[in-house]
């Protein structure tokens, strides 16, 4: 936990850059990245990933061996799956990953430290965490006083209180419990795991397909502020019901810069980005590049890179 910040703190923060970004279309990075064109660097930026929850040890042993084919540049699993993962990719040059508070987010902090703890003991490299999907963006200023606001909540036959909970809810962008205090349970969810995380990077998955354009920005912030400009942030779980989408990952590249900026990190250092869920083509994995991905999540690695192999560039079939 960190006393650096209060939910009002983090409040009047999300409202700024959400205001400064939402709705604004970005114009495209400069210098434009890097846009792999051989196998082997598809492969160097994808996270070859089996998090299905029927995968069988076979099937774990089946995408090993694929993503040291490739030489990708992970495996991604969930974590009871780590010490097989750990085990087949030793010496490789692959690393494995592990998921944590997969899919939806909504365990416990200490669960996932504890998750992401064990996981990192048995190899894990990289830890792909699930964030608290579901965050409330308050409009109203009884909100900052978190006291006010959990008692307008009650429900009271009040005409008052009921009022302003049905006005907070229509003003409430996001699914779930207007919570007070969830900005802080936002940022502290990812602080306490990033120190569980020791030296494995941290990613954490924000599930854009759940939030809206405002909640992409707040989400991808407290998660930046948190990680302070290492990991990555990352947009689905594939169980989300969406995927990676361009325009998403250009706001949280953009997110990542900013928080750079605002922090003042050392040679411009910013968190990444990686683009997850539906991508199952190499121009998908192309565009998601040039608007600032530097990795990517993907179970169809194989078609991916069969596509480079063979020089054949198919059109995106949409990966939802
Ligand atoms: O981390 C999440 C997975 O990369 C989802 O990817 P997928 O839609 O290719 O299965």
Partial sequence: MTDAYTNEILTQKVDQIVSKLVNQPLPPIQPPPKVPTTSAEVASLIDHTLLAPASTLQEVRNVCSEAKKYKACTV???????????????????????????????????????????????????????????????????????????????????????????WNKKKVQN???????????????????????????????IETSLLTAQEIIASSYLSCLALQGDGFIKTSTGYGGGGAK?????????????????????????????????IRSLATVREMVQNGAQRVGAS?????????????????????
């Fill in 175 to 205: 699914i779930g419990l207007l919570k007070s205090g969830r900005y802080l349970e936002v940022y502290n969810d990812v602080l306490e795991v990033s120190k569980a995380c020791g030296q494995a990077t941290l990613k954490v998955i």
């Fill in 300 to 320: 169809g690695t194989s078609k991916i890179i069969s596509e480079v192999e063979g020089g054949k560039v198919e059109a995106d079939a949409g990966g939802y």
């Fill in 76 to 166: 991604c699993v969930n974590s009871s799956m780590i010490p097989i993962v750990s085990e087949e990719l030793k010496g490789s040059g692959v690393h494995p990953i592990s998921v944590v508070g997969f899919p939806f987010g909504s365990a416990n902090t200490e669960g996932k430290v504890r998750e992401a703890q064990v996981a990192v003991e048995q190899g894990a490299k990289e830890i792909d965490m699930v964030n608290e999907a579901d965050i409330s963006f308050h409009f109203l200023p009884l909100c900052c006083f978190p006291l006010v606001d959990f008692l307008f909540h009650l429900p009271l036959p009040l005409p008052l209180t009921h009022t302003y909970r049905k």
């Fill in 246 to 278: 361009a325009d998403d990952i250009r706001v949280m590249y953009e997110v990542c810069q900013l928080v750079s900026k605002e922090l003042s990190l050392p040679g411009g250092r910013a968190t990444k980005v990686k683009a997850s869920g539906g």
